[in-house]
């Protein structure tokens, strides 16, 4: 079965910065979509950097651009994601999703419908930007 394990949270300081990795095994194909999303108290889910495994590029929202690196390796079926200048403001809960097969470019994965669609997610790991 697909499983995802994400580790690398933590508590950072305002202007810090924490590399998030997300490990996935059992996928039953190379083509597959996958991403980094998060949630914090009170708030919807958000989907911040989604990517594909055809596509050669990351899209990012528009509240981590600039500050987040998201980077597959396909090789090793593992997803990071480097966040830089961290705010107070993205303490949540992160998680990476992967879908089965590509449904859509990158930035379907992190829309609202697109983050519904993927059928795989991993158990979450938590990030607290703080001093």
């Known amino acids: 079965q697909v499983q995802l394990v994400e580790s690398g949270g933590g508590l950072v300081q305002p202007g810090g910065s924490l590399r998030l990795s997300c490990s996935v095994s059992?996928?039953?194909?190379?083509?597959?979509?996958i991403g980094w999303f998060r949630q914090a108290p009170g708030k919807e889910r958000e989907g911040i950097a989604c990517?594909?495994?055809?596509?050669?590029?990351?899209y990012y929202a528009d509240s981590v651009r600039g500050r987040f690196n998201g980077s597959l390796d396909a090789a090793k079926n593992t997803l990071y994601l480097q966040m830089n200048s961290l705010k107070p403001e993205d303490t949540a809960v992160y998680y990476c999703?992967?879908?089965?097969?590509?449904?859509?470019?990158?930035?379907?994965?992190?829309?609202?419908?697109?983050?519904?669609?993927?059928?795989?997610w991993g158990q979450g790991t938590q990030v607290t930007v703080s001093s």
């Open positions: 059992g996928l039953p194909t190379k083509y597959y979509g």
């Open positions: 999703a992967v879908d089965d097969q590509i449904h859509g470019a990158p930035h379907y994965y992190c829309s609202t419908y697109g983050r519904s669609s993927l059928p795989y």
């Open positions: 990517t594909t495994s055809s596509d050669g590029y990351t």
